[in-house]
């Protein structure tokens, strides 16, 4: 496989400076992190964009995202492992990402459902995470960018020291049972957080952690 040309935003480096900065101006709407992941793959999955999917699927393991959840967010209306607010953002970015599917892109019903759960504030912050994230998927595809090979970027060593940093010092538990709970999960699905989270995460930290020296290794 190779790639057509260089994205376009490492090309002008004025398009990466901006959609960095948006993506930061996101991450600080309030929107909780995990839901932004989850838009980030699902709306990669919907666009074919290799390189997103592996990218987000990647960064959600880093910071202790379930496999229950990774695994079945491409079918999220049948699965139980999402908070109601979780799938009014899945369901947000879905209809966003397909505007052309329907007589009426974006129907009230679903429009109405994610107000339920968010603000102004945090519907913005969705709304421009769906939005950045079809720009990348756009970008990606249309030159035919290759999956993995970000890896070898100097990007991606910064990344990997970062989280390898993050991995030792960050309990992964304690991560995903504060997005948890600022989702209203424990109380709106019936979730086995013994099975899915305290019981494996401690296992997933460790393992993840000797993958990212490993990685690491692979780099130099």
Same mark, same amino acid.
Request: net charge neutral.
């Given at each position: 496989?190779?790639?057509?040309?260089?994205?376009?935003?490492?090309?002008?480096?004025?398009?990466?400076? *901006?959609? !960095?900065?948006?993506?930061?101006?996101?991450?600080?709407?309030?929107?909780?992190?995990?839901?932004?992941?989850?838009? /980030?793959?699902?709306?990669?999955?919907?666009?074919?964009?290799?390189?997103?999917?592996?990218?987000?699927?990647?960064?959600?393991? @880093?910071?202790?995202?379930?496999?229950?959840?990774? =695994?079945?967010? *491409?079918?999220?209306?049948?699965?139980?492992? =999402?908070?109601?607010? /979780? %799938?009014?953002?899945?369901?947000?970015?879905?209809?966003?990402?397909?505007?052309?599917?329907?007589?009426?892109? %974006?129907?009230?019903?679903?429009?109405?459902?994610?107000?339920? !759960?968010?603000?102004?504030?945090?519907?913005?912050?969705?709304?421009?995470?769906?939005?950045?994230?079809?720009?990348?998927?756009?970008?990606?595809?249309?030159?035919? @960018?290759?999956?993995?090979?970000?890896?070898?970027?100097?990007?991606?060593?910064?990344?990997?020291?970062?989280? @390898?940093?993050?991995?030792?010092?960050?309990?992964?538990?304690?991560?995903?049972?504060?997005?948890?709970? @600022?989702?209203? =999960?424990?109380?709106?699905?019936?979730?086995?957080?013994?099975? !899915?989270?305290?019981?494996?995460?401690? =296992?997933?930290?460790?393992?993840?952690? /000797?993958?990212?020296?490993?990685?690491? %290794?692979?780099?130099?």
């Amino acid at each position: 496989m190779q790639s057509r040309m260089n994205n376009p935003a490492m090309i002008l480096p004025d398009a990466m400076k *901006a959609l !960095h900065e948006l993506s930061s101006a996101v991450g600080k709407s309030g929107v909780p992190k995990a839901t932004l992941g989850l838009v /980030e793959l699902r709306a990669s999955q919907i666009n074919g964009c290799g390189v997103c999917v592996d990218m987000h699927a990647r960064e959600m393991r @880093q910071a202790c995202e379930t496999d229950e959840r990774l =695994f079945t967010v *491409a079918a999220w209306r049948e699965a139980p492992y =999402f908070s109601d607010a /979780e %799938l009014a953002a899945l369901a947000l970015t879905e209809a966003v990402t397909r505007l052309s599917d329907r007589a009426e892109a %974006l129907p009230d019903e679903i429009w109405n459902e994610a107000a339920k !759960h968010y603000n102004d504030r945090t519907l913005a912050g969705l709304l421009l995470a769906i939005s950045t994230i079809n720009v990348w998927n756009r970008l990606n595809v249309s030159t035919r @960018q290759i999956a993995g090979e970000w890896l070898k970027s100097a990007e991606a060593r910064e990344w990997v020291e970062k989280n @390898q940093a993050v991995a030792r010092s960050v309990s992964c538990h304690g991560i995903r049972e504060t997005s948890l709970r @600022q989702e209203g =999960f424990y109380s709106t699905r019936a979730f086995d957080t013994e099975r !899915h989270g305290r019981s494996t995460c401690s =296992f997933r930290e460790a393992f993840r952690e /000797e993958r990212t020296r490993a990685l690491t %290794l692979a780099l130099l």
